[in-house]
């Protein structure tokens, strides 16, 4: 993790977002980190790494068009990271969802 990951982003790094669909979280409790992976199971691809301290950290996820968070999280189409390594896996994954 970064030193920069001991707080909550600010308005610059929340502004590399700029589709209004993505959403970036502040959980400095891990509570969503933690749901990531106790609700992880097939299909969902395994990621590769990001986990610190059994934390997830620095993930990319995506679920298709229409997923609903229920008892448990969708099964994600893309679970990766560190995002600055994976982004074109995830733009490839990203393009036919698009299209639909």
Known sequence: MLPTD???PGATVLARLKDRRARQYWDPK?????RLAAD???PQPRQACCVRDN???DLAALYA?????KEA???????NGPIVKRS??????LK???TR
């Not at 891990?30 to 933690?34: D, M, P, Q, S």
């Not at 999280?73 to 679970?79: C, D, H, Q, T």
């Not at 074109?88 to 994954?93: N, R």
């Open 6 to 8: 001991w707080q909550a």
């Open 30 to 34: 891990h509570l969503l980190a933690l």
């Open 40 to 42: 992880a199971r097939d």
């Open 55 to 57: 934390i997830l950290w």
């Open 65 to 69: 068009a229409g997923a609903q968070w």
């Open 73 to 79: 999280l969708p099964s994600a189409v893309f679970f």
């Open 88 to 93: 074109p896996e995830l733009e490839t994954a």
């Open 96 to 98: 036919p969802l698009l």
